[in-house]
């Protein structure tokens, strides 16, 4: 597990990184996650799913969605345009980090939790996959690996360390150099079940 100093740090260092215009941050993400998506076999519409989002920064996939029955949003970044975006909407956002929150007395269980490119920024990423799967039916992620650890990036992982805590639904995304608002490294991505 990290400590929260060095925590605090790399949150800093990150948030250098989220300073794209309002509009410009507000269609990338969207083509970002139109790309997850794709995918994972998502939709933008939730069919009545309970989701939590974990690490989303600025613009949350479930500011995006609609008909979900109830959202949840793990952002303890600070972000007024988080806050601007779900204003309003029927989402709870939790400023804490998700290692850190009795997950049992927060959240009912849910339908899915979504990992989208969070696990590097974390204190401890073992602990926060083993509350999600105690919490929900799914877990869907797209996760960076052989990125080698920097000021923002506090753990480095290989497809090995997916498929160890997720089986055979782990998949390879290469990488792709010419990638638009997407990931342009190799990627773990996939749909775990509990059933």
């Not at 996939?61 to 909407?89: R, T, V």
Request: proline share 6%; hydrophobic share 35%.
């Amino acid at each position: 597990m990290i400590d929260n100093e060095k925590w605090l740090k790399a949150q800093a260092a990150e948030r250098r990184f989220h300073k794209d215009p309002f509009r410009i941050g507000l269609n990338a993400y969207y083509q970002s996650y139109m790309q997850y998506f794709k995918h994972l076999g998502l939709d933008f519409n939730c069919h009545g799913k309970s989701i939590i989002e974990i690490g989303p920064a600025d613009y949350p996939a479930l500011f995006y969605c609609y008909d979900y029955l109830l959202g949840y949003i793990i952002e303890p970044m600070p972000s007024s345009i988080l806050k601007e975006l779900i204003s309003g909407k029927t989402l709870t956002h939790i400023d804490r980090p998700a290692e850190d929150i009795d997950w049992s007395k927060e959240f009912p269980a849910v339908s899915e939790i979504w990992l989208f490119n969070v696990l590097q920024h974390v204190k401890d990423p073992d602990m926060i996959i083993e509350k999600c799967k105690q919490q929900t039916e799914a877990i869907c992620f797209f996760e960076p690996i052989n990125c080698g650890i920097s000021d923002c990036h506090l753990w480095s992982f290989d497809l090995e360390y997916f498929r160890t805590h997720f089986g055979d639904c782990v998949k390879h995304y290469p990488g792709n150099p010419d990638a638009r608002n997407f990931h342009t490294h190799e990627c773990a991505y996939g749909v775990w079940s509990k059933l």
